[in-house]
């Protein structure tokens, strides 16, 4: 299996039965991981669940049951009622249905998180006048700040408190069921394992060093990119078939002996030159070009990060380590790839990785990768540049102010490579 989808019991989550509904009224809008957090812990195993959408989200709804269906749910026990946003009573005949259609002894929770404030409005109101008949009724909503289930109090004029539960680090929700809310697929196969771990960690120490990195660029200039890039666009590799024949002398600056080394070791190269066709293949890379680009470029940046990430992964209670993912929207041409990702209960971690370290191009990197990690994981969505500037600090203020994203991104810098671990492990508890 591409993901390693984990269905365990959860023993950091609450025991939430007291809260759990016979019959469950969901808004859905246009995130759907709250409504997917609040049926995985607040619908009773054999209850009912209605999934009140607009015109505009009935897709997300249908991906919302399908995904229902596939955990077990019958087709008679997920019901989708269209409604109009911004009209009263359509909202509000949509909830007495709900309420008309169960036994007198059931239970009947709204969970508002998703939809339009005028829907959570009028559906509350809805249910609120049911309550008065003397039904059990129960409202939540999910905090994506602190990722808390908020419980209110049975009547808002009583004086009691809204109860909050801590769900942050329940396993019911895992990448897997992130794509399956969307709808979405995967255009390749994200990558468990780093690559090439000995050769990243090689490269990241050239890097440290500015006169070592001045003798590896100086080699992938004179002898990668003059004798694997086309004559006559400098900017494209040469095809497959002249590729294959192409065997590179080695870096001979003291400086690389130790990547050298790395090369040789993990790729299997014996011989006094660099195979690039054997090493493509050593690596699993079907084209050479594809090798060719990865030695060039900083791509090994993605392999520290996750392995970084797989060293906490147990303090943190991460899961679904993945690098190199690139969902791709069914039925449009529109993909793009978050370069490292983890999961934390049902939070999403995505991380960006690059060795520059022009401001520029950083912002619109971390801000890319902004947009598409909450797209995915929702407003509970973090986000992480790991990059080569010297001044993180300075970037994540200007990007704090840019994207009103305080505590939802953070910029580590080249100081801290050696560090990434504990970097990381610090901001994410």
């Known amino acids: 299996m591409l993901f390693a989808f984990n269905c365990l019991n959860n023993m950091s989550t609450p025991d939430l039965s007291p809260y759990q509904s016979d019959h469950l009224i969901l808004l859905v809008g246009g995130n759907p991981l709250p409504n ?3 049926v995985a812990l607040l619908s009773k195993k054999a209850g009912d669940v ?8 009935f897709s997300l709804a249908q991906a919302l049951k399908k995904w229902l269906m596939d955990r077990g749910y019958q087709e ?26 169960s036994p007198e002894t059931a239970s009947i929770g709204l969970h508002y998180t998703g939809g339009t404030k005028a829907m959570s409005v009028h559906a509350y109101r809805a249910l609120q006048h ?23 109090p049975p009547q808002a004029d009583d004086g009691q408190s809204a109860q909050k539960e801590p769900v942050g680090l329940t396993e019911n929700i895992g990448l897997k069921d992130l794509f399956a809310l969307h709808g979405w697929a995967l255009k390749n196969n994200a990558q468990a394992a780093p690559f090439l771990p000995q050769i990243s960690a090689a490269l990241m120490r050239v890097y440290l060093n500015p006169v070592a990195l001045q003798a590896w660029q100086i080699w992938q200039e004179n002898v990668l990119q003059k004798e694997c890039r086309r004559d006559d666009r400098p900017d494209k590799w040469k095809p497959q078939g002249q590729l294959r024949g192409i065997k590179l002398p080695w870096p001979d600056d003291s400086l690389l002996a130790d990547l050298v080394q790395a090369l040789q070791v993990e ?16 690596c699993g890379k079907r084209e050479i070009e594809k090798f060719c680009q990865w030695l060039d470029g900083g791509y090994w940046l993605e392999t520290i990060t996750l392995q970084a990430l797989q060293t906490i992964a147990s303090p943190c209670s991460l899961r679904d380590l993945f690098m190199n993912l690139n969902p791709q929207l069914i039925s449009t041409t529109t993909d793009f790839e978050l370069d490292v990702v983890a999961m934390r209960g049902y939070q999403l971690f995505a991380f960006s990785c690059s060795v520059d370290d022009g401001k520029p191009r950083l912002k619109s990197k971390l801000f890319e990768a902004y947009i598409r990690a909450r797209q995915l994981g929702g407003d509970e969505a973090r986000v992480v540049l ?3 500037t010297d001044d993180p600090s300075g970037l994540e203020i200007e990007m704090h102010q840019t994207l009103s994203s305080q505590g939802q991104i953070k910029v580590l810098g080249k100081r801290h490579w050696l560090s990434l671990a504990t970097e990381l492990e610090t901001w994410i508890k």
């Not at 049911?130 to 209110?152: E, G, I, M, P």
């Open 267 to 282: 790729l299997g190269q014996t011989g006094d030159r660099l195979d690039l066709e054997a090493a493509a293949q050593s």
């Open 386 to 388: 790991v990059c080569g």
């Open 76 to 101: 008679r026990q997920v019901t989708l009622k269209e409604v109009q946003e911004s009209e009263a009573h359509t909202l509000y005949k949509a909830v007495q249905s709900v309420c008309h259609r």
């Open 50 to 57: 209605t999934l009140i959408h607009s015109a505009h989200t």
């Open 130 to 152: 049911w309550a008065k008949l003397n039904q059990t009724c129960r409202f939540s909503y999910l905090d994506a700040r602190t990722l808390h289930l908020v419980f209110d």
């Open 36 to 38: 997917a957090v609040a």
